[in-house]
T-cell receptor, first 117, second 111 residues
Framework: DTGVSQDPRHKITKRGQNVTFRCDPI?????LYWYRQTLGQGPEFLTYFQNEAQLEKSRLLSDRFSAERPKGSFSTLEIQHTEQGDSAMYLCASSPPPSGRNYNEQFFGPGTRLTVL | GNSVTQMEGPVTLSEEAFLTINCTYTATGYPSLFWYVQYPGEGLQLLLK?????DKGSNKGFEATYRKETTSFHLEKGSVQVSDSAVYFC??????????FGDGTTLTVKP
């Protein structure tokens, strides 16, 4: 069990550029979540996958944001035409299936810190 | 919708002092409740959890009891250490699995 991994850990980009982040969940976990955390705030839910299906998207997820989990394993979060307000820590978490132990627990990755200049 | 309200910080204590960080929630159904800790430059780590009313979660000297009647999940520790300095987040997880977090409480413990 290597835990949830995220890549890159840090990303600095210029306003208007596109960025893509990757999350690799714990291998047997079928649920995957994306959150955004800004300074001084708690993480805010963005979107949720069960296997490859995207089951819920927050109103925070504007049209510039898109997330995929094509084979039900790793996931990507893309932000198009980045704005300075997108600067935040993007966190990924995964959970085991409901039949599994700790089914209601989320295991978080280290996050990707995005800075938009 | 679901929400979590945490005691505002920052909190500064001397080593070996008693710690309480208040957390109250509103939720539909029967959520699970969690405390996470975040050290500088690191991700969220689960500190403790409780899945039903009157459950007590405990870990590393920290405790919290799921109180359905007061919709609370206050974090306590009898004697804090400098190494406990971090940001603490209260969270609830609904049956759908997504989590709702409080805004965090920064704890600084001075020697």
């Amino acid at each position: 069990d290597t835990g949830v991994s995220q890549d890159p850990r840090h990303k600095i980009t210029k306003r208007g550029q596109n960025v893509t982040f990757r999350c690799d969940p714990i291998s047997e976990h079928n649920r995957l979540y994306w959150y955004r955390q800004t300074l001084g705030q708690g993480p805010e839910f963005l979107t949720y996958f069960q296997n490859e299906a995207q089951l819920e998207k927050s109103r925070l997820l504007s049209d510039r944001f898109s997330a995929e989990r094509p084979k039900g394993s790793f996931s990507t979060l893309e932000i198009q035409h980045t704005e300075q307000g997108d600067s935040a820590m993007y966190l990924c978490a995964s959970s085991p299936p409901p039949s599994g132990r700790n089914y209601n627990e989320q295991f978080f990755g280290p996050g990707t810190r995005l800075t938009v200049l | 919708g679901n929400s979590v309200t945490q005691m505002e910080g920052p909190v500064t204590l001397s080593e070996e002092a008693f710690l309480t960080i208040n957390c109250t929630y509103t939720a539909t159904g029967y959520p699970s409740l969690f405390w996470y800790v975040q050290y500088p430059g690191e991700g969220l780590q689960l500190l403790l959890k409780a899945t039903k009313a009157d459950d007590k979660g405990s870990n590393k000297g920290f405790e919290a009891t799921y109180r359905k009647e007061t919709t609370s999940f206050h974090l306590e520790k009898g004697s804090v250490q400098v190494s406990d300095s971090a940001v603490y987040f209260c969270a609830l997880t609904s049956n759908a699995g997504k989590s709702t977090f409080g805004d965090g409480t920064t704890l600084t413990v001075k020697p």
